[in-house]
């Protein structure tokens, strides 16, 4: 009975853990769009999924270790597109953008199908835009957030 109540326990808190230690969720984001024949750069705030999801790499190889592989990642589980109207754009250039804004997220392996899957690394915090900078807001009243 001790090695049952001991299997049982082991595989609860294996299951818990995995859980408490993917910490996905939709985070705040601007975008920072120009467009050739448009005067300005656009700030745009939309959501993103990031976060640490929880994988597990093994060092065996052969079939085993491809079995015991579980790689995941922050994916989209909901997304929607909006568009917007990219201000002091000349007559010959499409003033539409359109923009992604994901709606819930969750871990999941990715699927190179449908999603886009990369590593954004570190880099240079600060946007340079070579036009004057406009924020655009999705929301009446909205300040900047970021």
């Known amino acids: 009975k001790r090695i049952i109540t001991l299997a049982l326990t082991c595989g609860l808190l294996y299951m818990l853990g995995?859980?408490?230690?993917?910490?996905c969720s939709l985070?705040?984001?601007?975008?920072y769009v120009e467009k050739p024949g448009c005067d300005y750069c656009v700030a745009i705030n939309t959501t993103i999924c990031m976060g640490f999801c929880y994988s597990w790499d093994?060092?065996?190889v052969g079939l085993v270790g491809k079995r015991l592989l579980l790689q995941r990642g922050c994916t989209y589980r909901s997304?929607?597109?909006q568009?917007?109207?990219l201000p002091g754009c000349q007559r010959h250039a499409n003033?539409?953008?359109?923009?992604?804004v994901a709606q819930d997220c969750?871990?999941?392996t990715c699927d190179t199908?449908?999603?886009?899957?990369t590593h954004k690394g570190a880099g240079d915090s600060s946007v340079q835009c070579a036009k004057p900078l406009l924020h655009i807001y999705p929301y009446p009243g909205q300040s900047n957030h970021v």
């Open 18 to 23: 995995g859980r408490a230690l993917s910490l």
């Open 58 to 60: 093994t060092n065996m």
């Open 79 to 81: 997304i929607e597109y």
């Open 113 to 117: 199908g449908s999603h886009e899957c």
């Open 106 to 108: 969750y871990c999941s």
């Open 95 to 100: 003033p539409l953008f359109s923009y992604p």
């Open 27 to 31: 985070t705040d984001y601007t975008l």
């Open 83 to 85: 568009t917007i109207t």
